[in-house]
């Protein structure tokens, strides 16, 4: 069983499709990426996923519970961080913790020294009863994922929580993120921070224009474009010509970057044969030799423009 | 709904509603001081009847108190984006719209309760029926925040929209109800009107708890209906609406 299951999802607002039959399954302790570019439907596929929204048709479940028929059930299973929501400003953190704890149904009894280890966990055990208004940006979404983890859920969805935060609180958040992955939690993280999504996520999807583009590791999806996959050479003895290095086997295309060439082809390991060899016919010196894929950020635009 | 863990959190809704929003200054002009002057300015030079005196007043206070902040924690919480937080959590918006009405309802009540043992007291009026008035004020409370709720469920993000709606209800409300002229003074429309406004059997409630003449019981029966009826037009409406709040 899956911890997440989207099948066919698809939302509709006054008559256009802002989600179009959207399917993807997140496993068991995955760190799910979901990107794409503003509009493509992330927040409102996210929505309808979480049950706070009910799509015109589809099904989501999660772990098995299916969304729209059992809401309530489905959301006792997980913890939300929504980008588009806030904490109530004039309680103070430990009110706004305690109101999400007798929500989610935690004892009274475990209620008050869970929320004193997860407002520690995040910071703010020394503001725990200071009203939210005084606190930045930063402060309140520490308190919303401390919020979300109220119930100790096994899946947790973030809709870009690092977003336009302060570098110690995007690091606090992210290194959360890691801790929370390793103790076997399933992350569905939102974002339009393709790096961050690069170096934290196993998995993502990219969603473009109400469809799903592409799901797939980000190593994989890189690889998906082979005229981005390229090898950069430089030579210390010999000025070469474009024409000399573009005859070589493999080689779609050639760039010069200050003293270096830029090969580009589909089988970067056959171009380096081919330079090796060219080197060594031609009395060049190789001073470096790199091959470079295509970023996730290049393959993600790739992947969404090929959709406009 | 599962009880009690619909109750608890209900209860947790309340709790911070009456943090959130009753120290605020709407509770205070538009529950009490304006209830307080509109009957006053109503009741110099004139020579009301001690019977009408407290029945007027506590009718004019519940049903300001309690539909006081009610139509607006709604949309306040839209616009604040906090509604986004409550509707991610395991909570159904029975049991949300509940925690709201057993804020007004706890203001309503006490809020109420007051100004009605303090005229009671001055005009030396003697309670003849104590527990069913207890009741009417709290089964009162419960209707009018469930009408105030109800007035909510305006898919709006501007709580003034919701205040300008609430008062062109609340002020009609008040003058067929037996607030200012008992209802069976009201001409033959009036009267007619009075019956489908649960203010005029609160009204009628607290004359006969003090001695006047009355059916107490059916009174309290009608009230009941109203508070069952409010409450469920409450949750079905909000349930049409709150998709367009997110």
């Not at chain 1, 904490?87 to 430990?94: G, P, S, V």
């Not at chain 1, 969603?207 to 190593?219: F, L, Q, V």
């Not at chain 2, 309503?108 to 005009?123: D, E, K, N």
């Not at chain 2, 309670?127 to 009741?135: G, I, M, N, Q, T």
Request: aromatic fraction near 8%; charged fraction near 20%; charge should be neutral.
């Amino acid at each position: 069983m899956s911890a997440i299951e989207s099948r066919k999802l698809v939302k509709e607002f006054d008559g256009l499709r802002a989600v179009d039959e959207v399917s993807f399954r997140v496993e068991e302790g995955e760190i799910f990426g979901f990107l794409g570019p503003n509009g493509a439907g992330k927040t409102t596929t996210t929505r309808m996923i979480t049950g706070v929204i009910k799509p015109n048709s589809g099904t989501a479940t999660i772990e098995g519970i299916d969304v729209v028929q059992n809401p309530t059930a489905a959301k006792e299973k997980i913890g939300i961080a929504p980008e588009e929501a806030n904490a109530y400003l004039d309680l103070t953190a430990r009110g706004n913790m305690n109101l999400a704890g007798e929500i989610y149904g935690v004892p009274g009894s475990q209620l008050r020294n869970k929320v004193d280890d997860l407002l520690a966990a995040f910071g703010l055990l020394d503001r725990s009863d200071s009203k939210v208004k005084g606190f930045s940006k930063g402060m309140k979404q520490r308190l919303i994922l401390a919020m979300a983890l109220i119930n100790d859920p096994g899946i947790l969805f973030l809709d870009e929580p690092t977003a336009g935060l302060d570098v110690e609180s995007q690091r606090l958040i992210k290194d959360r993120i890691k801790e929370l992955n390793e103790e076997g939690k399933t992350i569905f993280l939102t974002t339009h921070d393709i790096a961050e999504a690069d170096r934290l996520c196993d998995r993502v999807a990219v969603i473009n224009r109400g469809k799903i583009a592409a799901i797939d590791s980000p190593e994989r999806l890189k690889t998906t474009i082979k005229s981005t996959q390229s090898v950069l050479v430089s030579f210390s003895s010999k000025n070469f010509q474009p024409e000399d290095l573009r005859v070589l086997e493999g080689v779609e295309e050639i760039e010069k970057e200050g003293d270096k060439w830029r090969l580009y082809g589909p089988e970067p390991g056959k171009i380096i044969e081919e330079v090796v060899n060219f080197a060594r016919d031609e009395g060049g010196e190789i001073l470096s030799l790199n091959t470079t894929g295509p970023s996730l950020e290049e393959t993600f635009t790739h992947l969404t423009k090929n959709q406009n | 709904m599962h009880y009690p863990s619909s109750l608890r959190k209900s209860i947790a809704i309340a709790r911070k509603d009456l943090r959130v929003y009753y120290g605020k200054g709407p509770v205070v002009i538009f529950g009490i001081l304006l209830p307080f002057f509109f009957f006053f300015s109503f009741l110099i030079g004139r020579n009301m009847p001690p019977l009408s005196l407290i029945s007027g007043l506590g009718g004019m206070a519940i049903w300001f108190t309690a539909t006081s902040i009610s139509p607006v924690i709604a949309p306040m919480e839209t616009r604040t984006r906090t509604l986004e937080r409550l509707v991610s959590m395991p909570i159904s918006v029975s049991e949300m719209l509940m925690g709201d009405i057993l804020a007004s309802m706890a203001v309503g009540a006490v809020l109420s309760t007051i100004p009605i043992s303090i005229i009671g007291a001055i005009l030396n009026l003697n309670l003849v029926h104590f527990f069913p008035l207890a009741l009417g004020i709290v089964m009162a409370s419960f209707c009018f925040s469930a009408i105030g709720v109800l007035m909510s469920a305006l898919p709006t993000d501007t709580p003034s929209d919701v205040m300008m709606l609430a008062l062109l209800i609340k002020f009609p409300v008040v003058f067929v109800s037996g607030v200012f002229i008992p209802a069976g003074n009201l001409p033959g429309w009036g009267r007619l009107i009075s019956r489908f406004s649960p203010l005029t059997y609160f009204v009628k409630l607290v004359r006969v708890s003090f001695g006047g003449t009355g059916q107490l019981w059916v009174n309290l029966g009608i009230l009941a209906l109203f508070a069952i009826f409010s409450l469920l037009l409450a949750v079905f409406v909000h349930k049409r609406t709150l998709p367009k709040r997110l």
